[in-house]
Nanobody
Framework: QVKLVESGGSSVLPGGSLTLSCVVSGLDFSSYGFGWYRQGPSKRDPVASIITDDTSIWYAESVKCRFSISRDNAKNTVYLQMNSLQPEDTAVYYC?????????WGQGTHVTVAS
C-alpha cells in the first residue's frame, strides 16, 4: 500500500533551520508529485510547497525565499529545507500525494519555533 513517513521535526529558536524528509513507498515515486502541508495555531498558508513529477515547484507566499522543496527519486524521498523559521511556522507538517484520485498522507512531524 502507499505509505508516506515524515521525519525531521523538532523545536528550534526563531531564525533557525530544519530539514524535513518524507520517505514514500508503494508507488512509482518518480511519476508522482508531492506537497508539504501544515496545520498549526496560526493557520497560516496550510499548503507550504508542492513539487511535481517533472520538478515544477510552487511555494506559498509566506515561505518563499525561506523554504526549499526538493526530491530524490533514487531514495523515494521528498525534502523541505526550512530556513529563517518564524513562530508562525509552528505546525504539524504533513507530506501528501494523490494517486487515482485518492489522497495519501503521512502521520506528520511536529515543528515548534519558539524562544
Amino acid at each position: 500500500q502507499v505509505k508516506l513517513v515524515e521525519s525531521g521535526g523538532s523545536s528550534v529558536l526563531p531564525g533557525g533551520s530544519l530539514t524535513l524528509s518524507c520517505v514514500v513507498s508503494g508507488l512509482d515515486f518518480s511519476s508522482y508529485g508531492f506537497g508539504w502541508y501544515r496545520q498549526g495555531p496560526s493557520k497560516r498558508d496550510p499548503v507550504a510547497s508542492i513539487i511535481t513529477d517533472d520538478t515544477s515547484i510552487w511555494y506559498a507566499e509566506s515561505v518563499k525565499c525561506r523554504f526549499s522543496i526538493s526530491r530524490d527519486n533514487a531514495k523515494n524521498t521528498v525534502y523541505l529545507q526550512m530556513n529563517s523559521l518564524q513562530p508562525e511556522d509552528t505546525a504539524v507538517y504533513y507530506c501528501r500525494t494523490v494517486r487515482y484520485g485518492v489522497f495519501y498522507w503521512g502521520q506528520g512531524t511536529h515543528v515548534t519555533v519558539a524562544s
